[in-house]
């Protein structure tokens, strides 16, 4: 099979989760249902495919050498961390490095399988994924992340491609896709191919995970964070403020 996250290979295939197994059941979410929808720039939306259960919110072009590998015990690294920031029994600004890197790095593959999963328009390059495969004690990798202590109880996910086109025809892109949990807002933004970036977010709300660089505060003027509340609704204007919050300031240099 040709696996997204190491090439062509002779292991079987099989289906990873986008929100793993033991995440669904630790908060007890495998039936729940959900819709994927494009949201357009005019504020339409759309519906993209069919309502799943989470359970079922797989991608079948994992092999199972990463799936039951690297991936599997990136999960068994993540999982502390994960519970105790969701139980409110840590916070994200007492994390160590260690912790902010795994949660990044799981956050990262998250966010590459989900982008596969949902046939997107601009899904993230699988290189990352073997990136994450050959440096499994490393660095997370070419991409940034920030966390946000959300004060709602939700799972969910936001996919924003941002599509360059190219002198000479062609496009290249870049994404940030927003991960929700029950208190904890993961957002992880993906650099255009080959260009240096400096990586910017709002400081007042979001705690950079990685790179550990210095993050600068982010250019413009931003609109305000929407009011606390658990509606539907401010739910997903918080995750799209959220959104624009990141951004990764690219360059010829």
Not at 23 to 34: E, G, P, S
Not at 66 to 78: F, P, T, V
Not at 185 to 207: G, K, N, Q, T
Request: hydrophobic residues 40%; neutral net charge.
């Amino acid at each position: 099979m040709t696996c997204v996250a190491c090439g062509s290979n002779s292991s079987r295939r099989s289906k990873e989760h986008v929100f793993a197994a033991w995440l669904l059941d630790f908060l007890k979410a495998k039936k729940l249902r959900f819709g994927v929808f494009h949201l357009r720039g005019d504020g339409r939306v759309e519906p993209h495919r069919k309502e799943i259960e989470l359970n079922s919110f797989t991608l079948n072009r994992i092999c199972e050498d990463c799936n039951h590998g690297w991936m599997s015990r990136l999960e068994e690294q993540a999982k502390p961390v994960i519970k105790s920031l969701i139980r409110q029994e840590a916070t994200l600004d007492k994390l160590s490095r260690a912790q902010r890197h795994v949660l990044a790095r799981w956050a990262g593959k998250t966010a590459i399988v989900e982008s596969h999963a949902v046939a997107g328009e601009s899904p993230i390059d699988g290189k990352l994924l073997l990136w994450m495969r050959e440096h499994e004690n490393g660095e997370p990798g070419r991409f940034a992340s920030v966390a946000y202590h959300a004060g709602f109880d939700a799972v969910g996910h936001l996919h924003v491609g941002i599509i360059r086109d190219l002198i000479g025809g062609g496009s290249v892109a870049g994404n940030i896709i927003v991960i929700t949990l029950p208190r904890l807002i993961l957002i992880c933004a993906f650099p255009l191919p080959e260009l240096r970036y400096e990586c910017r977010c709002d400081l007042s709300v979001l705690h950079p995970l990685w790179p550990d660089a210095a993050w600068k505060p982010i250019a413009g003027q931003l609109s305000a964070m929407p009011q606390a509340g658990s509606d539907s609704d401010t739910i997903l204007d918080t995750v799209q403020a959220l959104a624009e919050r990141i951004e990764l300031s690219h360059s010829l240099k």
